[in-house]
Nanobody
Framework: QVQLVESGGALVQAGGSLRLSCAAS????????MGWFRQAPGREREFVAA????????YYADSVKGRFTISGDNAKKTVFLQMNSLKPEDTAVYYC????????????????WGQGTQVTVSS
């Protein structure tokens, strides 16, 4: 069993920064690929970034590339999403996910999900 708990969401001004955290637990968590997704009201859940504990090069959705950075602390099994230069269109509930397929942008390929953390960016 894998459990994921996100934190760090907040209300920020456009151009500001936030760092989201995903605390991961479970006996086999280190074998999973990690991802961040987000979902705005009335929209489908969309891929944001993917990360591997092994150090594979992460990749990002085009909409966040150059602004967001995904990283992890292997000792603490915590995944981070550093979000800079935030825009109002980044407003969404952000979810941490764990899956068995590296780099998948398809939410259906992830088996475990956190509860989500709200990020709101004001104009």
């Amino acid at each position: 069993q894998v459990q994921l708990v996100e934190s760090g969401g907040a209300l920020v001004q456009a151009g500001g920064s936030l760092r989201l955290s995903c605390a991961a637990s479970g006996r086999t968590i280190s074998t999973y690929a990690m991802g961040w997704f987000r979902q705005a009201p009335g929209r489908e859940r969309e891929f944001v970034a993917a990360f591997m504990w092994s150090g594979a090069i992460p990749y990002y959705a085009d909409s966040v590339k150059g602004r967001f950075t995904i990283s992890g602390d292997n000792a603490k099994k915590t995944v981070f999403l550093q979000m800079n230069s935030l825009k109002p269109e980044d407003t969404a509930v952000y979810y941490c996910a764990a899956g068995t397929v590296w780099g998948s942008r398809d939410s259906g390929r992830y088996s475990y999900w956190g509860q989500g953390t709200q990020v709101t960016v004001s104009s």
